[in-house]
């Protein structure tokens, strides 16, 4: 049964870093696009990052230049990093893999499934 955990959530000042990773299991066959998302309170869960079976990146427009997904092979994990942060930052982040053959974009969430649990991310003073 395909299974992922997201972890390495937690409090950072602004302008603070975070890396969280996703631990992939069950996984059979190819490899799967891969995507991150976030929820803020009261608002709509929306894509943040996706890495594609052949290594590509796609990024929402909000977190280019600050944020890195990348796949450790070693670990089985999908990796978000997560620099110069920002309060509006603040959410729960999942990952979640595609499903089927939907295009690999965090512009899609409803286009991935396997959702994880989630890692919450809080940037204050």
């Known amino acids: 049964q395909e299974r992922l955990v997201e972890s390495g959530g937690g409090w950072v000042q602004p302008g603070g870093a975070l890396r969280l990773s996703c631990a992939l299991s069950?996984?059979?066959?190819?490899?799967?696009?891969i995507g991150w998302f976030r929820q803020a309170p009261g608002k709509e869960r929306e894509g943040v990052a996706t890495?594609?079976?052949?290594?590509?990146?796609y990024y929402a427009e909000f977190v280019r230049g600050r944020f890195t997904i990348s796949r450790d092979n070693a670990r089985d994990t999908v990796d978000l990093q997560l620099n110069r942060l920002r309060p509006e930052d603040t959410g729960m982040y999942y990952c979640a893999a595609i499903i089927g053959r939907a295009s690999c974009s965090p512009a899609y969430p409803e286009k991935f499934g396997n959702w994880g649990q989630g890692t919450q991310v809080t940037v204050s003073n």
């Open positions: 890495l594609a079976s052949g290594g590509s990146a």
């Open positions: 069950g996984f059979t066959g190819s490899r799967r696009c």
